[in-house]
């Protein structure tokens, strides 16, 4: 194994010594328990909206924290759920009386996890909602779910329902507003290569230089086929065939498109994959009406893409365009 760290154990802790450094103007950090917070934090009357998870995935989740999306992050380890305690002490530091929402992926650690963090903090008083996204087509379980995954997706709804806590809005309709994202966002990725572990020290599956894996998960799991290599524009069609067999779209229907790159895939190759996916779904009628091209959930040095594709209305897209400030994310004003 070679990469760029010090100890494979101190992954997670010296990254977010680095990030807290790199990003003083908007986060603060809090080492023990770890969690990351916008630096106005609380701000009283405002909804705040938290999220997190194993380490090992950024930006997500602690890139997205600032004005317009996250409130706090809770990383845990690599590929580890965080435990209650930081995700309780997290909200603890965010709340602002108006209640607080958990955007939570599903993998059955993280689910459990914030579920109890929402009691103990209902047990204080906190309103905490919770809204699962559930968004990867590949597979409807695995070693690490009941039910679907949640991976690309997760960045539209932290985007919108933080856009909407900014804009005032209370606990029910943020909640509301991200059920709605959750509903028509369907994800699917493919790997050409996998992920090394740091603590493992070695890579989680094995692929030969001639093979891909379709529907691979986040946290390097095995996907749903192994299939011979092809270019992208044929790995594209068969990644979208499948979102779009789940989730049809007609022509007339607007749509986000993202081209998600999984931690080490280069910027071109991305956009030639947008290329491809943007030109089907035009084929077909269907607008995208928004994009977003890079590389926002990884899976630590995997080689390969997902696409997500979300249902996007006049109020979705108003909430998309509105200004968010994180260190992963910005735009408006």
């Known amino acids: 194994m070679k990469k760029l760290i010090n100890d494979p154990r101190a992954v997670a802790s010296e990254y977010l010594a680095g990030f807290a450094a790199a990003h ?11 969690y990351v917070v916008r630096t106005d934090s609380p701000r009283r009357g405002k909804v705040a909206v938290v999220s997190g998870g194993g380490s090992g995935h950024e930006p997500l989740h602690a890139g ?20 209650p305690d930081p995700v ?26 914030f579920e109890t963090a929402a009691e103990l903090a209902g047990i204080d008083g906190i ?8 968004d990867d087509v590949a597979v409807r379980d695995s070693l690490f779910t009941a039910g679907r995954r949640g991976v690309a997706g997760t960045v539209i709804v932290e985007k919108i329902a933080g856009a909407a806590a900014q804009r005032g809005d209370d606990i029910d309709r943020v909640v509301a507003l991200s059920e709605r994202v959750i509903a028509g966002v369907r994800s699917m990725g493919v790997a050409i290569a996998p992920p090394t572990v740091p603590p ?4 989680s599956f094995v692929l030969t230089d001639d093979e891909v894996e379709f529907g691979i998960g986040i946290h390097g799991e095995p996907g749903r086929e192994r299939a011979a290599f092809e270019p992208v524009d044929r790995l594209v069609d068969r990644v979208l065939g499948a979102i779009l067999e789940d989730a049809p779209r007609v022509a007339g229907d607007r749509v986000l498109l993202l081209v998600n790159g999984m931690g080490a895939t280069p910027s071109a190759e991305l956009y030639i994959a947008f290329r491809r996916a943007a030109a089907v779904l035009a084929e077909a009628g269907v607008e995208v009406t928004r994009s977003l091209v890079g590389s926002f959930v990884t899976s630590l040095d995997m080689q390969g893409f997902s696409l997500t594709v979300a249902s996007m209305d006049d109020e979705l897209i108003q909430l998309w365009d509105a200004p968010v400030v994180t260190a992963a994310l910005r735009w408006g004003r």
């Open 24 to 34: 003083r103007d908007l986060v603060r950090v809090n080492v023990d328990p770890a």
């Open 64 to 83: 997205f924290v600032g004005a317009g999306m996250l409130d706090a992050a809770v990383p845990g380890p690599v590929f580890t759920s965080p435990t």
């Open 88 to 113: 309780l002490a997290a909200t603890t530091a965010v709340d602002g009386g108006a209640g607080v929402l958990y955007i939570v992926k599903n993998y059955t650690g993280d689910v459990l996890n």
């Open 127 to 134: 309103d905490v909602r919770t809204v699962v996204v559930g």
């Open 200 to 203: 493992a020290g070695e890579q």
